[in-house]
């Protein structure tokens, strides 16, 4: 698969870096950190819009990052307390060809439209799980899930996924698109070299567009969800 391994882990900082900064500034200043362009939907949608967090390798380059977009989303251990919720989180992945590890150890493959797909696809899961198991089972459970979503996200030409065409910076570009129980995930390219991802539950994919987010305040300066 043509994904770095499993594309980086969220960045946190550290205890004497976060002291005195607040939260807000910190995720602000991640999604500043970026080479590439941020999107997140487009003008059409009118309703809230919150910032999530930003993933980074070991030298602090910015990989990717999520965009949150009406309800925050909560953990639903059933279909129908998650339909009442109405959410689409944007996962920005900045393009990157095989390169070497920061501290030249390795190397990680290129990021491609399925690292979006598979970021996507275990966000969704962050808030999920099946109604009928128990709390204690549900890492477990989680872990099995993201291995699939991994598995799904190789396969992205595979039965599993349909294609759509939604607007990127009004241009209509092609996307891949599945559902599952607890909601839906699609993933593609823009034209200015990134790959775009989004999950979400009671908002139809089929009538979202992206863009460019130009100004970082039209979010709400907050770190919301395990789902950067």
């Known amino acids: 698969m043509e994904t770095t391994s499993r594309v980086g882990t969220q960045s946190t900082p550290s205890a004497s870096a976060a002291e005195g900064v607040p939260v807000a500034r910190r995720t602000v200043d991640g999604y500043l950190r970026a080479s590439f362009p941020w999107y997140g939907l487009d003008e059409a ?27 925050e989303p909560s953990i639903k251990s059933d279909a129908a307390g998650a339909e009442k919720e109405r959410f689409a989180v944007v996962v920005t992945v900045g393009a990157s060809p095989v390169r070497r590890t920061s501290d030249g150890t390795g190397m990680l493959d290129a990021t491609t439209v399925a690292s979006a797909a598979w970021l996507a696809g275990s966000g969704l899961l962050a808030y999920t799980w099946p109604g009928q198991l128990d709390h204690s089972l549900r890492d477990d459970w989680l872990d099995q899930q993201t291995e699939t979503a991994f598995e799904l996200a190789d396969d992205m030409d595979g039965p599993a996924w349909s294609e759509l065409s939604l607007p990127v910076d009004g241009v209509p570009m092609p996307f891949h698109y599945r559902e599952s129980e607890f909601g839906w995930v699609l993933a593609g390219s823009t034209g200015s070299g990134v790959h775009v991802g989004a999950y979400g539950r009671g908002m139809s994919a089929y009538g979202l567009g992206f863009s460019v987010v130009r100004d970082l305040g039209d979010y709400a ?7 950067g």
């Open 45 to 71: 949608f009118t309703g809230p819009r919150w910032l999530m967090q930003v993933a980074t390798t070991a030298d602090g380059t910015v990989q990717h990052g999520s965009m949150g977009h009406g309800d």
């Open 221 to 227: 300066l907050q770190e919301r969800g395990p789902g």
